[in-house]
């Protein structure tokens, strides 16, 4: 006969072993898997600069959470590169912004339609400055980290998935790799396997088939 001091310790079993997964995988921020961390760049309230928030309010040194943030950033870039090759074969990766053409367009008519010294002087600068004007190159991730971040209402009901889902054509790599990194992983098991007392059960269909079904 089941006591109750026997249900009771068993109740404690179970949560000590639940307690000990739990600290494994989050007890101190610096220690949780880095993909977890993703997960948390990927929410466009927090990124990296809650990651490093929460390095040093954990007691790290300003460089020591500074270097553990560029870990994560490294992280993100690898796997930002391997699901943008995915998606469109790479030419999202860098976005390119030129300078604008027709501010120098009507510089130029305006210093050829000047005479003398000052007009020469300004012609001279507008060639340097031509010259020297190259296009900016805008890598995707940093386009994304550099935004401003979204409000925090009180509510918390922000919805990140629709977030993505509306700035997807904006972001299409990092896009990609949230579907995977906020994706709700679930699985599915055999009723008999998790109530029965005698262990895993497996009946007669399921151990007709092969493992490359399974």
């Given at each position: 006969?089941?006591?109750?001091?026997?249900?009771?310790?068993?109740?404690?079993?179970m949560?000590?072993?639940?307690?000990?997964?739990?600290?494994?995988y989050?007890?101190?921020?610096?220690?949780?898997?880095?993909?977890?961390?993703?997960?948390?760049?990927?929410?466009?309230r927090?990124?990296?600069?809650?990651?490093?928030?929460?390095?040093?309010?954990?007691?790290?040194?300003?460089?020591?959470?500074?270097?553990?943030?560029?870990?994560?950033?490294?992280?993100?870039?690898?796997?930002?590169?391997?699901?943008?090759?995915?998606?469109?074969?790479?030419?999202?990766?860098?976005?390119?912004?030129?300078?604008?053409?027709?501010?120098?367009?009507?510089?130029?008519?305006?210093?050829?339609?000047?005479?003398?010294?000052?007009?020469?002087?300004l012609?001279?600068?507008?060639?340097?400055?031509?010259?020297?004007?190259?296009?900016?190159?805008?890598?995707?991730?940093?386009?994304?980290?550099?935004?401003?971040?979204?409000?925090?209402?009180?509510?918390?009901?922000?919805?990140?998935?629709?977030?993505?889902?509306?700035?997807?054509?904006?972001?299409?790599?990092?896009?990609?790799?949230?579907?995977?990194?906020?994706?709700?992983q679930?699985?599915?098991?055999?009723?008999?396997?998790?109530?029965?007392?005698?262990?895993?059960?497996?009946?007669?269909?399921?151990?007709?088939?092969?493992?490359?079904?399974?």
């Amino acid at each position: 006969m089941v006591t109750g001091s026997d249900t009771e310790k068993v109740l404690q079993e179970m949560a000590a072993n639940v307690r000990a997964r739990w600290i494994k995988y989050y007890d101190s921020f610096h220690e949780i898997n880095h993909m977890v961390i993703i997960g948390l760049v990927l929410d466009a309230r927090f990124k990296l600069k809650n990651v490093t928030h929460m390095f040093v309010s954990e007691g790290l040194e300003d460089d020591e959470a500074h270097s553990r943030t560029m870990e994560i950033k490294n992280l993100l870039m690898a796997l930002y590169d391997k699901y943008v090759a995915i998606v469109d074969g790479g030419r999202h990766r860098q976005r390119q912004s030129s300078p604008s053409s027709s501010g120098s367009t009507i510089t130029s008519r305006r210093s050829n339609s000047r005479r003398g010294v000052r007009g020469q002087l300004l012609n001279d600068w507008r060639k340097v400055v031509q010259s020297s004007a190259k296009a900016v190159v805008v890598h995707e991730v940093d386009q994304y980290l550099d935004a401003p971040l979204e409000p925090i209402d009180d509510e918390d009901c922000f919805d990140i998935l629709c977030w993505w889902k509306i700035n997807g054509p904006k972001f299409p790599g990092l896009a990609a790799l949230a579907r995977d990194v906020l994706a709700i992983q679930t699985s599915t098991v055999a009723s008999e396997s998790c109530f029965s007392t005698g262990g895993k059960v497996i009946d007669t269909f399921r151990s007709s088939l092969t493992p490359k079904i399974v």
